[in-house]
């Protein structure tokens, strides 16, 4: 019987029933309440509570929404909500009067836009607020209109070759598009953290070889793959108030069947997924640069003549090409835009991301933009929300982000018109790319239906 | 039926059989009355090392074909199924016996939605939480396959010994967007040590599986995984309402770790078994997603959820073995509770508790190799209760299943016979609650859609209807042949769908299987 008994023990021993599976974790998860305690930048303002401001918490694991607005105390008490991760933004808008009161001088512009923004934000039981820091920048009056990267159907449309982009004139006076620059942005691709990463799962790119700028390389610049630059001498291409530039991937009718560089037809099954190009005031055309590279020309980079070509800026450090071979948005949406002007963009410093440890041939470099030289930033986002990556601009250009319904559906993102003065409508422009921009059928000089 | 009367039928089955005399041997193949007996000895050998079970192999195929018009909603609507399966039980020695069996199944489902696992709710009311799924209907292709086999031994001191073991490996994928596709590995195995004096027999026994899921979802066209395609946007259900994002859809694994231990007693002479056992069997299951680079591997820098089962068991099982009648009884009771963990939001949002009571009985006269008849009448009363505290879902329920079975041989002759069974299956909901409020705006359609329809089902009044004919054909003195039709069908005796859904499919389900068997 003692052998028995020793065997039952062992078995008791090897099956415990221990409840310490989960850790400390044994509590039943149930809705909490959280704060947002909004404030003015401490180094560009008095570091004071933003009263009235509207905060949004998006939930990332379902996508749920909560809006609330600060208290005369700048808190924001959101009651009853899901545990889980969030994005947080947060907007303001003073009228000169009230930048006056709050803050003692009379600002540039009629009114001033702050926002803020924290990503990945762990709300529990644990975590009952956080502190959000609202900040300005001027707001543009070259705005980006239209982004269509998503494409049309791969059999029926024209896959990615009728990608373009829309500059549009926001402001009531004549601009000069000549030398604005058109970066397209590089980021992580996913949330996952990694000691190359930042909290919310961006690169940190003060970690990158050769980075001197401190934390400042986060909150100050962002990183692009690509640079294009309108041509001219200053003067050459005005975009009156109330006009855009379309900017092609191939400024071509690419609802009309076509010979590609490899001589081979394009056909287009259903010429209403896509759009004709061919009036475009520019396209990319990268024949020339890739031939001094000793590459061929990519089959569907078509070159016409009647539409101008963009100057290609920046397209890798030099020996180190970035690799594509076109102007190619990700029809995914997991690239964002800015428009900003630099004359010698050569000044600017390149860096790898800061996953790379040992620079090898094939390591990529992204240019380095200072936040303040942009006049319009755009952040995009891939279609499934369980495939979206961490922001890539700052709150205070774009509080938020947009995006197609899928890839290949002919959509575009296009900036809402908030009113029509004299027949020159005016876009929206709060620097929230949620509340300015809405999705449709992609019309190159059209408007938001 | 009150428990007083429960106690006193036991008394009298085992009072009714105490002074019987006879030492034949069993077998277990004769009749679906044994089937207990078998499926008893699969569970505990130890207690049949003193008990002699015939020496059987039986190798069968069959077919199966279900139409599920009633149902719940995350079970195919149609499922066919191919098997091949072998077992037998081999004497090899007085005191060892090994058993085993292999399975093989192909298995075709038609119009499955809401569910991307390998678990299916025709058997189950709810699936256990953490699973991929999209509205959109599709089918699947599974193939299983199963290996398990034993040995229990007793030693010359009486000491006894037995151990098992099984392997499981399974694929199943379906041929639609999206695409999930899963591979399965299950092993583990049972160490069962015991002792027997006179005629009593106890044993404890230790035993330990480990599974593992490895799991992708693909779709040829993937513009079709986004919030503006619902019907095909993949998405996590992380308790029963509770609906998530989960990035990891293309690549994930589960990895189970089930424990258990157990102790029995039973006490047998000539004629009667008594045996009691009690099991403890705790489950473990880990999510572990890809990492930053997309590979996926069991680590706990990628665990995102688990989920846990405990279950105690407990069965009272009386065997008279008579010279022209068998009579069995069996009580059991088993208590489940399944709880969650997210490992981001450090707590648990599902809980589930089961509290199962079973009771059957039967009675079986023979005549020789000949059935006179064979009677079985058993209950089941189940307390369910789910709770997503997250997706503010509560529902309850507790249900009594009667069911009652007649079978009897209407022909025997030398190298023919003809066996005959009948049943019938009644399903009440005792009591049924159930409570879901929207407290976000993504889990409604889940919860229109599956939730609701689901009660609707579990708190509708059932009728399941059996009938089976078996033909035995003599090749030998110890080979026989079997052909077998079995034809069930379900269906609808009340309206209390109409509570929770004015569109509900009463259509009746039916359910046909049929084979051919050689057992020597």
């Not at chain 1, 029933?17 to 008095?46: E, H, I, M, R, W």
């Not at chain 1, 296009?414 to 809405?438: C, W």
């Not at chain 2, 119009?111 to 189950?124: A, D, H, K, P, V």
């Not at chain 2, 609707?456 to 042949?481: C, E, G, P, R, V």
Request: glycine share 6%; aromatic share 14%.
């Amino acid at each position: 019987m003692k052998k028995i008994l020793l065997l039952l023990s062992a078995a008791l021993a090897f099956s415990s029933c221990s409840d310490d599976d989960f850790g400390d974790g044994n509590n039943g998860l149930q809705p909490v309440n959280f704060s947002v305690n909004l404030k003015y930048d401490t180094t560009a303002f008095n570091g004071e509570a933003v009263q009235q401001g509207a905060v949004i918490l998006t939930n990332t694991n379902t996508g749920d929404t909560y809006t609330v607005q600060s208290n005369t105390s700048g808190v924001a008490t959101f009651n009853a909500i899901i545990p889980g991760t969030y994005n947080i933004t947060a907007t303001k808008t003073l009228t000169s009067a009230e930048f006056n009161t709050q803050f003692g001088y009379t600002p540039e512009t009629p009114s001033v836009l702050f926002n803020g923004a924290q990503e990945q934000v762990i709300v529990n039981a644990n975590v009952s607020g956080t502190e959000l820091k609202l900040k300005t920048i001027r707001i543009g009056d070259l705005v980006i209109k239209q982004i269509y990267y998503a494409g049309s159907h791969a059999q029926q449309g024209a896959v990615f070759r009728d990608q373009f982009i829309e500059i549009y004139n926001n402001s009531n006076e004549k601009i000069y598009a000549d030398g604005l620059c058109i970066g397209q942005l590089y980021g992580k691709t996913s949330t996952t953290s990694a000691s190359y990463t930042l909290s919310n799962g961006q690169f940190d790119w003060s970690k990158s070889i050769g980075m001197t700028s401190g934390s400042a390389a986060n909150t100050d610049y962002v990183y692009a793959d690509y640079v294009i630059k309108v041509p001219g001498n200053g003067t050459e291409y005005p975009i009156l108030p109330g006009e855009s530039i379309v900017i092609a991937q191939t400024g071509i009718n690419h609802k009309a069947p076509l010979v590609d560089n490899s001589n081979e037809p394009l056909t287009v099954q259903n010429p209403d997924l896509t759009v004709d190009l061919s009036n475009a005031e520019f396209e990319v055309y990268l024949g020339d640069y890739r031939l001094s590279l000793g590459e061929e020309v990519y089959r569907y980079d078509i070159q016409n003549p009647a539409v101008k070509d963009m100057n290609i800026a920046y397209w890798g450090r030099q020996g180190y090409s970035s690799p594509n071979k076109d102007f190619l948005m990700d029809n995914l949406g997991r690239d964002s835009f800015v428009i900003f002007r630099e004359e010698n963009l050569n000044a600017y410093p390149n860096f790898s991301d800061p996953s790379v440890t040992n620079i090898i041939n094939t390591t990529k470099f992204f240019i380095q933009i200072p936040k303040v030289k942009i006049i319009d930033g755009v952040e995009l986002q891939h279609y499934n929300p369980s495939s979206q990556r961490p922001k890539m601009l700052q709150a205070e250009v774009d509080a938020s982000f947009i995006n197609c319904d899928a890839a290949y559906n002919s959509q575009a993102v296009i900036r809402k018109t908030k009113t029509i003065v004299n027949g020159r409508k005016i876009l929206e422009d709060t620097n929230n790319s949620s509340n300015d921009f809405i999705k449709q059928k992609a019309n190159p000089k059209g408007f938001a239906n | 039926m009150t428990s007083k009367k429960v106690i006193f039928y036991f008394i009298l089955l085992v009072s009714c059989a105490a002074n019987a005399q006879l030492t034949d041997s069993l077998s277990v193949q004769q009749n679906l009355f044994y089937n207990d007996v078998q499926q008893h000895f699969w569970k505990n050998p130890l207690f049949y090392t003193t008990q002699h079970l015939n020496d059987f192999t039986l190798t069968q195929i069959d077919f199966s074909q279900k139409n599920l018009n009633l149902k719940r909603v995350q079970t195919a609507d149609r499922t066919t199924q191919y098997s091949f399966s072998t077992q037998g039980i081999y004497n090899v020695k007085p005191r060892l016996r090994l058993f085993g069996g292999f399975t093989f199944n192909k298995i075709a489902e038609k119009g499955l939605g809401y569910n991307f696992s390998t678990q299916r709710t025709e058997n189950q009311n709810v699936l256990s939480p953490n699973y991929f799924f999209a509205p959109k209907k599709g089918d699947w292709d599974i193939q299983n396959y199963n290996l398990d086999g034993g040995f229990a031994y007793q030693f010359d001191s009486n000491i006894l010994l037995g151990a098992k073991a099984f392997y499981k490996n399974g694929k199943s994928y379906r041929t639609i967007d999206p695409r999930p596709e899963i591979q399965q590995s299950n092993y583990g195995g049972e160490l069962q040590t015991g002792y027997n004096f006179n005629n009593n027999s106890l044993f404890v026994s230790a035993g330990i599986a480990k599974k593992t899921e490895t799991s992708n979802i693909t779709y040829v066209n993937d513009a079709q995984n986004a919030p503006a395609y619902p019907e095909t946007f993949t998405r996590f259900a992380s308790g029963y309402g509770r609906i998530i994002f989960n990035s990891s859809y293309n690549r994930y694994i589960f990895n189970t770790i089930d424990k258990n231990f157990g102790f029995g007693y039973q006490y047998q002479n000539s004629r009667n078994k008594v045996s009691a056992t009690y099991k403890y069997n705790k489950s473990l299951e880990s999510f572990y997603r890809k990492n930053a680079r997309g590979y996926v591997y069991i680590d706990d820098e990628l665990k995102m959820y688990m989920y846990r089962v405990i279950a105690h068991t407990g069965e009272l099982n009386y065997f008279y073995d008579g010279e022209k009648v068998d009579y069995k009884a069996a009580f059991g009771y088993e208590r489940q509770k399944g709880d969650n963990f997210s490992v981001i939001e450090n707590g648990q949002n599902y809980r589930m508790n089961l509290d199962i009571f079973t009771f059957s009985n039967g009675v079986i006269k023979k005549d020789k190799d000949r059935v006179v008849y064979a009677f079985e009448l058993g209950a089941n009363y189940i307390k369910h209760k789910y709770i997503d505290l997250l997706g503010n879902t509560d529902k309850l329920l507790n249900t009594l299943e009667i069911q009652t079975s007649f079978n009897k041989d209407i022909l025997a002759k030398e190298k023919n016979k003809i066996n005959l069974s009948v049943g019938v299956k009644y399903y009440m909901a005792l009591d049924e609650k159930l409570v879901f409020i929207p407290i976000s705006s993504s889990n409604t359609s889940f919860a229109d859609n599956v939730i609701r329809p689901d009660q609707a089902f579990d708190a509708t009044s059932k009728l399941q209807s059996n009938i089976m004919a078996q033909y035995f054909y003599s090749l030998s003195k110890t080979k026989k042949l079997r052909i077998f039709a079995n034809y069930n069908t379900l269906v609808a005796l009340g309206d209390q769908y109409k509570t929770y859904t004015t569109d509900f499919n009463t259509t009746e389900s039916s359910y046909f299987n049929g084979g051919i068997s050689i057992i020597y």
